[in-house]
């Protein structure tokens, strides 16, 4: 975690900039840490909140197992700058990314892991490992109440693990989920009593999500965390009680480049930098230095912000800092994160795995 | 406006892809041009819509006289591709930015025009290209009623005109607005005739946006329409009237991945393939092969979609075509377009200007 040896020729006055605090992003990544070590959790943390090599190689060197990736792109960078032990949460689907993800397990020291929630899936998986020398191992993905993907019910799980576990190629790793819920802990107990009846183990039970992390030790069996945003923390975060505004490690500078009116002002980051996420907040992010504003509305490089409820008010060319709604789509809109230490720039980190959109 | 000799080889059921259907959008560029040329207004195609330098080539090729851009790396991207008329319709603020602009601004064969709406940008410009062998075109930007930037008032709007033209290194071209309001014609024939007052010519007088271009023409002065949209259009521009669903060039292809529910499917395009922006939309976009269906929710690479008003349902595996609710966003959100034609790849256009975010 040493500081490169020069400084970056980074104008953080050159809006709009993402800059990560690494004072605040060590913190996290050491929080969470301990809650997993406190609870003996395997910590896998989704790499999908940065998409940057070195940031997965310091959560690994903080007590990681290995990462959570979404798609292949992701892991075949991942892979690259060798990272190895890598959970893909997502039904890898169609010939081309099938093979391509026997071609990734291939990668030498590669460990993969796959969720699947449907036997199409896990079939088309089995004919391209069916030859391999190792096989893949799969976790079966459980809808435990949020509504998206994942077997529905427990006895769904066991039919499809029971499947997985019968078919060349494949190892019946486990069972996955996301995120926590109050229907979880249920789920996953009834699932577990099932596969033992059935004869079949699960290895891994990995659950997800930074909202609700402090929770994944409530969960029967549980062996695994995988949380992503916790890295930088953001408005959706604080609000759902798991960090505050000085853990998040993630914050927009921006311009004001217009003061229309006394009581509007425009920024130079709009939905192609802020995203249009709101995730249940109200506007588009908060102002650190007038945290009365409300950004009201983004066009593409707008950010409108209704300065009524502020006393004090910025003028045209004051930069000011944003804290995102949703920090893993701000980080997918960016080219490069800026790391700084007490305000200067420490490094830039390209986000290597952006364009990784398979 | 040739093939390429080669067909790239893209997998288009490698998902999710964007496709650009080349037909579609060359009637696209064409039936906005025949709008422009019948009213003799200049066409000044915003290239924010897919930050491509091959397409804008074609939109000269057609007929217009010059581009937009929103962003300084956008102009970079354009110039360097041989694009030569740019007006940066945004305030260009802060001291790296504005000597990047003179900067840009003595690129051989430049000619370039930005807008602004308030003396401090102006006076900071002014500084800039004081010693400029030509001076900088500035056009004053108009709130004409969408409530974002540009100055309120005809009074305050002359009175910004006065300041450029008195500046140094600044020649005052004009009026800008976005979009066309009912309020539009009123605030620019008001402003002419105070220019006039004043002794100031507006040589400029320049309209914006896809949804109301068909009225550029009932704006006093117009001179130019800057539209983005248009080339490609989405279901924003469907909604607005001015395309029909067979306009729509782009198109989201994208895998079915799991049908955990009757009701539902899971896409593998969310909101880092769609992006979030709801545009008035219900739900996040048009499934071109199951119209009736609603893509309800996003997260950042499942479409959760709602199939209950469907009769007929797609299977895990099928591949389906998604329209947008806005275009320029998904452009922003990928490394490439793939230009189809007939249903096979004719092109693949690397999104040139996608990490221009200053």
């Not at 506007?283 to 502020?310: K, M, Q, T």
Request: charged share 20%.
């Amino acid at each position: 975690m040493s500081a490169t040896a020069t400084r970056p020729a980074v104008d953080l006055a050159d809006t709009p900039v993402v800059t990560i605090d690494l004072d605040v992003m060590e913190a996290n990544i050491r929080r969470l840490q301990a809650y997993c070590d406190a609870h003996s959790i395997a910590n896998r943390p989704h790499i999908k909140t940065h998409k940057i090599p070195e940031i997965a190689r310091r959560q690994l060197a903080a007590g990681a197992i290995g990462i959570t990736c979404q798609k292949l792109g992701e892991v075949a960078v991942m892979l690259e700058a060798g990272l190895r032990d890598i959970l893909v949460t997502y039904n890898v689907l169609g010939t081309a990314k099938v093979r391509r993800l026997r071609a990734l397990a291939d990668h030498p020291g590669a460990r993969l892991s796959v969720a699947v929630d449907n036997a199409a899936v896990a079939r088309a998986l089995s004919d391209a490992f069916a030859g391999a020398p190792d096989p893949l191992r799969v976790l079966v993905e459980c809808d435990t109440g949020t509504g998206r993907t994942g077997v529905p019910t427990p006895a769904a799980a066991v039919e499809l693990a029971r499947e997985i576990a019968a078919l060349p190629g494949l190892w019946f790793e486990g069972l996955m989920t996301y995120p926590i819920t109050d229907e979880t802990a249920r789920f996953v107990e009834a699932t577990l009593a099932k596969l033992a009846h059935a004869g079949l183990r699960a290895r891994t039970v990995s659950t997800g999500g930074t909202p609700a992390y402090p929770r994944a030790h409530t969960v029967p069996g549980v062996t695994e965390h995988r949380a992503g945003t916790y890295v930088f923390n953001d408005r959706a975060t604080v609000a759902a009680g798991v960090a505050d505004w000085d853990d998040c490690a993630m914050q927009i500078r921006t311009t004001v480049v217009s003061r229309p009116t006394p009581d509007r002002a425009i920024l130079d980051a709009g939905s192609k930098t802020l995203s249009s996420d709101l995730l249940g907040q109200t506007g588009y992010g908060r102002i650190v230095e007038y945290p009365e504003a409300v950004i009201v509305r983004l066009n593409e490089e707008h950010g409108i912000v209704d300065l009524s409820a502020c006393a004090r008010r910025p003028e045209v060319g004051e930069v000011v800092s944003v804290i995102p709604n949703h920090t893993c789509v701000v980080t997918n809109l960016h080219d490069a994160l800026v790391g700084v230490r007490g305000g200067r720039a420490e490094v830039v980190w390209p986000v290597a795995a952006r364009g990784a959109v398979r």
